[in-house]
């Protein structure tokens, strides 16, 4: 069997030869209008799904499909996404996507007529078999936009860049949700997907003519073996984490995904260490930063993500705002991060990552703790303020540890590194909305009893156990009395503002973390391992 060995990397090529061939900024305009649709889907989905249970005739379990699908496939394809990219060049891969994600966006907006063409094949099954495939194709650009800025911004502007990118990000994430209930509610359900075409086209357009092409010349094959044990280990874990809460954790299902995925990742390990060509390096998380940035990535994800998940059913079950105007409520973090990304670029090349991450990370505690304090009736500058400590918080944080993972890794490795990171933030992702959801469901089934008083004495089991789950969505089940409504949103918000608290210290803890990073650009001509 032969051993595992690390050679020199290759020595990286010069940006603009890599890269652009011309101006990066256009490099970065280019990449973010293809990941912007990937953003805007990630929101206006949540925004359409009422509308499309009622026309489509979809239930719960479809609905819930209608994300898990996509988020199955993003976070299952991304690493190896990403090693496609380095090997056969990331202009190339990131146009494929770019393409089919949109071509797979005006497919789910025709989803209604597609058993016309199709026998056999429902609305709501066309629906999910077409977001599995956007997610696939959205895998593919992103590691692939990460890369191509990698590799077109010299070290000292890497920063400024990735500050840009978060503020790009940022803008389509406010725009997100207004865009979305805006078509939703003038103009139909159909429309926030078929909205990526244009967007795809003038991606595409402006990719074929700004980019350059980039690709390691000296890799020449995709590792299979690997890429079956990382994409089981991946699907088994986020399998896991989506239906975990359905079956109960200790439930014999849970565990056995659980085993399955240490089983997959041990064989993943030990197959990279003596693999001839490896579709991720272990060498890669030998630096130190790399491996630090990734748990720092999926430790924010988990605290922001989780937390902001119930934000969504308090301003719409609790308060009864309409879509439009919980989005709303949500700019002051979106368009705050427009603003603080930059900044936190800027600062990071200042101050280098350590002080600013950190800082950020102490920011972002603060806003979490102020949303543990939320009434029942706030306002909307009682929310507005912690939403925008938020952005401030959470700006450095992704922009830093972006930098570093992506920046630290060689340039014929950025694929891989950009599909790292952005697996390492959809896994934290769905790690804190499920064990914060657990939370959350545990603290409501104490509290409620108790806010129902004597009424709940006389509350069948089965009743009880439907006004938790209710609860748990800040909902209130049609033609129960006053008492027990508010009751219902009482309870909630214990859940809720314990999640907060929770994410309160995980934020404290990473804070930590961010004393063991340094800045990115440091591993060119660095050992990799290759076989």
Same mark, same amino acid.
């Given at each position: 069997?032969?051993?595992?060995?690390?050679?020199?990397?290759?020595?990286?090529?010069?940006?603009?030869?890599?890269?652009?061939?011309?101006?990066?900024?256009?490099?970065?305009l280019a990449v973010s209008l293809g990941v912007i649709m990937v953003m805007l889907d990630g929101t206006v989905v949540g925004i359409a799904n009422p509308v499309i249970q009622v026309e489509l005739k979809a239930s719960l379990s479809d609905l819930q499909w209608v994300t898990s699908g996509y988020l199955l496939a993003l976070a299952v394809f991304l690493?190896?996404?990403?090693?496609?990219?380095?090997?056969?060049?990331?202009?190339?891969?990131?146009?494929?996507?770019?393409?089919?994600?949109?071509?797979?966006?005006?497919?789910?907006?025709?989803?209604?007529? %597609?058993?016309?063409?199709?026998?056999?094949?429902?609305?709501?099954?066309?629906?999910?078999?077409?977001?599995? %495939?956007?997610? %696939?194709?959205?895998?593919?650009?992103?590691?692939?936009?990460?890369?191509?800025? =990698?590799?077109?911004?010299?070290? !000292?502007?890497?920063?400024?860049?990735?500050?840009?990118?978060?503020?790009?990000?940022?803008?389509?994430?406010?725009?997100?949700?207004?865009?979305?209930?805006?078509?939703? !509610?003038?103009?139909?359900?159909?429309?926030?997907?078929?909205?990526?075409?244009?967007?795809?086209?003038?991606?595409?357009?402006?990719?074929?003519?700004?980019?350059?092409?980039?690709?390691?010349?000296?890799?020449?094959?995709?590792?299979?073996?690997?890429?079956?044990?990382?994409?089981?280990?991946?699907?088994?874990?986020?399998?896991?984490?989506?239906?975990?809460?359905?079956?109960?954790?200790?439930?014999?299902?849970?565990?056995?995904? &659980?085993?399955?995925? &240490?089983?997959?990742?041990?064989?993943?390990?030990?197959?990279?260490? =003596?693999? =001839?060509?490896?579709?991720?390096?272990?060498?890669?998380?030998?630096?130190?930063?790399?491996?630090?940035?990734? &748990?720092?990535?999926?430790?924010?994800?988990?605290?922001?993500?989780?937390?902001?998940?119930?934000?969504?059913?308090?301003?719409?079950?609790?308060?009864?705002?309409?879509?439009?105007?919980?989005?709303?409520?949500?700019?002051?973090?979106?368009?705050?991060?427009?603003?603080?990304?930059?900044?936190?670029?800027?600062?990071?090349?200042?101050?280098?990552?350590?002080?600013?991450?950190?800082?950020?990370?102490?920011?972002?505690?603060?806003?979490?703790?102020?949303?543990?304090?939320?009434?029942?009736?706030?306002?909307?500058?009682?929310?507005?303020?912690?939403?925008?400590?938020?952005?401030?918080?959470?700006?450095?944080?992704?922009?830093?540890?972006?930098?570093?993972?992506?920046g630290n890794a060689p340039v014929e490795l950025s694929g891989v590194a950009g599909g790292v990171q952005q697996s390492a933030m959809q896994v934290g992702g769905a790690l804190g909305t499920a064990i914060l959801g657990a939370v959350m469901a545990g603290e409501i089934s104490s509290k409620l009893p108790g806010y129902l008083g004597p009424a709940a004495q006389?509350?069948?089991?089965?009743?009880?156990?439907?006004? !938790?789950?209710?609860?748990?969505?800040?909902?209130?089940?049609?033609?129960?009395?006053?008492?027990?409504?508010?009751?219902?949103?009482?309870?909630?918000?214990?859940?809720?503002?314990?999640?907060?608290?929770?994410?309160?210290?995980?934020?404290?803890?990473?804070?930590?973390?961010?004393?063991?990073?340094?800045?990115?650009?440091?591993?060119?001509?660095?050992?990799?391992?290759?076989?």
């Amino acid at each position: 069997m032969a051993q595992a060995k690390a050679v020199d990397a290759p020595s990286s090529p010069g940006p603009t030869k890599v890269g652009t061939g011309g101006n990066p900024w256009l490099v970065l305009l280019a990449v973010s209008l293809g990941v912007i649709m990937v953003m805007l889907d990630g929101t206006v989905v949540g925004i359409a799904n009422p509308v499309i249970q009622v026309e489509l005739k979809a239930s719960l379990s479809d609905l819930q499909w209608v994300t898990s699908g996509y988020l199955l496939a993003l976070a299952v394809f991304l690493i190896t996404a990403g090693k496609l990219g380095d090997l056969f060049g990331h202009k190339r891969v990131f146009l494929i996507g770019v393409a089919g994600f949109a071509v797979s966006s005006v497919g789910i907006g025709l989803s209604a007529e %597609l058993p016309d063409l199709i026998p056999g094949i429902s609305p709501v099954g066309a629906l999910i078999a077409l977001r599995v %495939l956007q997610g %696939l194709f959205g895998a593919l650009l992103q590691p692939a936009a990460l890369a191509l800025l =990698r590799s077109a911004f010299p070290g !000292e502007k890497l920063n400024q860049a990735m500050g840009a990118w978060g503020a790009i990000i940022g803008l389509s994430s406010a725009a997100g949700p207004i865009v979305g209930g805006v078509l939703v !509610e003038n103009v139909s359900w159909q429309s926030v997907f078929f909205i990526n075409a244009p967007v795809g086209i003038v991606a595409l357009v402006m990719g074929i003519f700004l980019i350059k092409d980039n690709r390691v010349q000296t890799l020449a094959r995709i590792d299979w073996l690997g890429v079956v044990l990382l994409s089981g280990a991946m699907f088994s874990l986020v399998w896991t984490i989506i239906k975990a809460p359905e079956w109960g954790w200790g439930d014999s299902t849970t565990l056995t995904f &659980v085993a399955a995925f &240490v089983v997959l990742i041990a064989g993943f390990i030990f197959w990279q260490s =003596r693999a =001839r060509q490896p579709l991720v390096p272990l060498s890669l998380f030998r630096n130190p930063s790399i491996s630090i940035g990734t &748990v720092l990535m999926m430790m924010v994800a988990f605290a922001m993500f989780g937390a902001m998940f119930f934000l969504g059913f308090f301003f719409q079950g609790v308060h009864g705002l309409t879509p439009l105007e919980a989005g709303l409520r949500m700019l002051p973090m979106s368009a705050g991060m427009i603003v603080a990304s930059p900044l936190a670029g800027m600062a990071i090349g200042r101050l280098g990552p350590k002080i600013t991450m950190a800082a950020g990370l102490l920011i972002t505690a603060l806003s979490m703790f102020l949303m543990s304090q939320l009434s029942i009736d706030a306002s909307f500058i009682e929310s507005g303020i912690p939403f925008v400590l938020l952005a401030f918080g959470l700006s450095p944080v992704f922009v830093g540890a972006t930098e570093i993972i992506v920046g630290n890794a060689p340039v014929e490795l950025s694929g891989v590194a950009g599909g790292v990171q952005q697996s390492a933030m959809q896994v934290g992702g769905a790690l804190g909305t499920a064990i914060l959801g657990a939370v959350m469901a545990g603290e409501i089934s104490s509290k409620l009893p108790g806010y129902l008083g004597p009424a709940a004495q006389e509350i069948p089991a089965a009743q009880m156990t439907a006004l !938790e789950k209710a609860a748990a969505f800040g909902a209130v089940p049609p033609g129960v009395p006053q008492q027990i409504g508010e009751a219902v949103h009482m309870s909630f918000m214990d859940g809720m503002h314990l999640a907060f608290l929770v994410s309160t210290a995980i934020a404290v803890l990473t804070a930590a973390l961010t004393l063991f990073v340094r800045a990115g650009r440091k591993t060119e001509g660095a050992p990799v391992h290759m076989g």
